[in-house]
């Protein structure tokens, strides 16, 4: 993998080049990056793998549901290997059966690649997976603490 960007974002409506093929969003920080070519292409292959779209590289934004769009989203954060992902609400648009795959996503991703995600939610049953909840109420941190397991 590439050089680390310090920051990844998963907004609640994927941000995708509309222009570009899945492959060619997921590709787009590295290439920004100088990411060589080869490791730019074994890299987006893995995370197009790792979301389950690897067979849709070719296709357009447009032609994907809303739970695909937010997978590839996914895949472009990751793959530029940041510190931190940010991710606003990122099942705000989505059915639940999408929204708990878009979830589980996020949490292999946190595992298998040692990443910390921030996740902003009004949905306590999403709140319930993550390892720590912070809620803020006007703009003040009203409780934190660990969910319990």
């Given amino acids: 993998t590439g050089p680390s960007a310090d920051r990844g974002v998963v907004f609640q409506t994927p941000t995708l ?3 570009l093929t899945i ?10 990056r100088k990411v060589p070519k080869d490791e730019r292409e074994a890299d987006v292959k893995k995370y197009l793998e ?5 067979d849709f590289a070719k296709q357009k934004p447009y032609e994907l549901s809303g739970g695909e769009k937010q997978r590839v ?3 472009r954060a990751l793959i530029n290997n940041p510190d931190l992902i940010l991710a606003d609400e990122p099942t705000g648009n989505l059915d639940s059966k999408n929204s708990s ?7 292999e991703a946190s595992k298998k690649y040692a990443q910390t ?4 939610t009004h949905s306590q049953s999403i709140a319930q997976t993550a390892d720590r909840v912070f809620k803020v109420s006007d703009g003040v941190l009203t409780d934190l603490g660990r969910c319990q397991a």
């Fill in 17 to 19: 080049y509309p222009w």
């Fill in 50 to 54: 790792l979301v389950g779209l690897k």
């Fill in 73 to 75: 989203a996914i895949s």
């Fill in 101 to 107: 795959e878009v979830i589980a996503l996020l949490h």
């Fill in 117 to 120: 995600i921030i996740m902003i």
């Fill in 23 to 32: 492959y060619q969003n997921v590709e787009y920080g590295p290439k920004m």
